[in-house]
């Protein structure tokens, strides 16, 4: 494993593969939240999707007694699991590329509707948590797939597949 710079990592698993936080886009719906209905009781509430993912899962947050308390990384239909020979090097480029971010926060509602800066710091955890991209070269065309936890979603191709 090393590192080509700050943002990504190369393992080696059959084939060279790089490791890159994914980029994540924020719902344009976010405006709309009500803060005051949020402030009382659980709610899920959506906050954007992964771009590239092949299929259409919504990362969401957790929202208790106004406060987001955590991310829901939604296991897509057709999700794979990762192979148990590559969970070992993943888990320690994800690691590596994880250093020195920042821990997860309870982040009050109302400041991630109306302040960009919250919603930013949001975001961050979110491209810096549990899911990241896993992409590999092939006749100089670069696939990706977007994985979480122990699952990834791509493309279904076997000459394209990370594994």
Known sequence: MRSTDKDAIQLTYRR???MRRPTFRLSSNIRYLDAAKLSKGSH??????F????????????VNEGMITGIV?????????????????VRAARKKLAAGRPKW?????????ANKA???????IIVDGDCFMLCV???GHESCVICCTDWCIGPSEPTLAAF
Request: negative net charge; charged residues 25%.
């Open 118 to 124: 919250a919603a930013r710091a949001v975001i961050t």
């Open 73 to 89: 990384y939604p296991k897509c239909k057709g999700a794979t699991p990762i192979p148990e020979e590559l969970e070992k090097e």
């Open 105 to 113: 926060k309870d982040v009050p509602v109302a400041e991630f509707i």
């Open 16 to 18: 060279t593969l790089t």
């Open 137 to 139: 070269s092939v006749g």
């Open 44 to 49: 899920s509430i959506e906050l954007g999707r």
């Open 51 to 62: 771009e590239g993912a092949p299929c259409d899962c919504s990362v969401t947050a957790t």
